[in-house]
């Protein structure tokens, strides 16, 4: 019985030590990563901000969306897994809280706050839009069954604020100044890249003047409600197939959208690939207008998700998109 209680007496010493080893060596560990400068690894939601904080942070940064390749984020939902990851990452980047109301449940799972970045803190509420909960009453949506669906996903603004490339200048700003408070020994880099990627900001923002001058007050027709902040900026008027939560509409309004098509004589339709597009196909087929791709990059297929593309990249095929539906040239 000594012997045995002994024995017990041993292993835990020894279990006590391996562990007390494998905590000194976490801690050498952490010298290491110090010593090799290693990247911040970041997290982000939509595309943008992902194209942002790659762009600013260059070769000191490891960036990655939380949202899978060609999902669409309205009807997204993290694992579990994911949550962990984003709470190990150096910053986790979204557009705020009533703009996202699943980036704000991930946001608040994460325990340090430092490492969490809010974009709409910054920004002016006047610049905001409704969200859809302020604008309709939803009535409709309940007939088909999606409003509980989609409940959760409803903020309190319009979230497409990303494709507004003034307010993506301030979101751009947050960013750099995260990283250089996070990574100081690198500010300047970050700077540089910083003016480089508002200057290309301002010059969207004056490509989309030129492409809307001419055109002001006309109705660009889209899959869904997502360019709301393009059409208040520039002076034009969006129409959705689907409202800005990609919730469909009911028989009454698809009646009423097909109807003002053809009286209006609309030749194009703007298509969105994350978002479905079922509806809008049946559209295009009772009005027999064409379709033409249009990014609002929640997130992007792995095909579009490479080295080559920014936003920069995508917002130039959008103004062209827009430009195109605005003259309804056939």
């Known amino acids: 019985m000594i012997k045995k209680s002994l024995m017990l007496v041993f292993i835990s010493i020894l279990t006590l030590s391996l562990v007390a080893c494998g905590t000194s060596n976490s801690g050498s560990d952490k010298d290491k990563k110090s010593e090799n400068n290693e990247k911040l690894e970041v997290k982000t939601t939509v595309y943008p901000l992902k ?19 060609g999902m669409d984020p309205h009807t997204y939902e993290p694992s579990q897994k994911q949550m962990v990851d984003i709470g190990k990452s150096d910053l986790f980047v979204y557009t705020g809280d009533n ?29 905001l839009l409704k969200g859809e909960e302020d604008e309709h009453e939803h009535g409709e949506h309940e007939e088909h069954g999606e409003h509980e669906e989609h409940e959760h996903h409803h903020g309190k603004y319009d979230p497409h604020v990303w494709l507004d490339p003034v307010l993506s200048q301030q979101f751009a700003k947050d960013i750099k100044d ?24 301002k010059d969207l923002d004056k490509d989309m003047k030129r492409a809307v001058k001419g055109q002001e007050g006309k109705t660009v027709y889209i899959s869904h409600d997502s360019i709301g902040y393009l059409a208040d900026r520039y002076g034009f008027k969006q129409e959705g197939i689907e409202n800005m939560n990609a919730e469909e509409p009911s028989q009454k309004d698809l009646t009423t959208i097909v109807k003002q098509i053809k009286e209006d004589k609309v030749n194009y339709i703007l298509a969105e690939e994350n978002v479905s597009n079922k509806v809008a196909d049946t559209v295009r087929k009772e009005t027999h207008a064409k379709t033409i791709s249009f990014y609002n990059m929640g997130s992007h297929t792995k095909q579009q998700d490479n080295d080559s593309n920014t936003y920069q990249s995508f917002m130039k095929k959008n103004i062209k998109a827009i430009e195109k539906a605005l003259k309804n040239e056939s």
């Open 51 to 69: 194209s942002f904080a790659q762009q600013i942070g260059g070769k000191y940064v490891h960036v990655e969306s939380v949202y899978p390749n």
């Open 99 to 127: 703009l996202d109301p699943v980036a704000k449940k991930i946001a608040n799972a994460v325990n340090d706050k430092n490492k969490t970045l809010s974009l709409e803190s910054s920004l002016n509420k006047a610049d």
């Open 178 to 201: 995260e990283f250089v408070k996070k990574d100081a020994k690198h500010k300047d880099d970050y700077e540089k890249n910083y003016k480089k990627l508002v200057s290309d900001l």
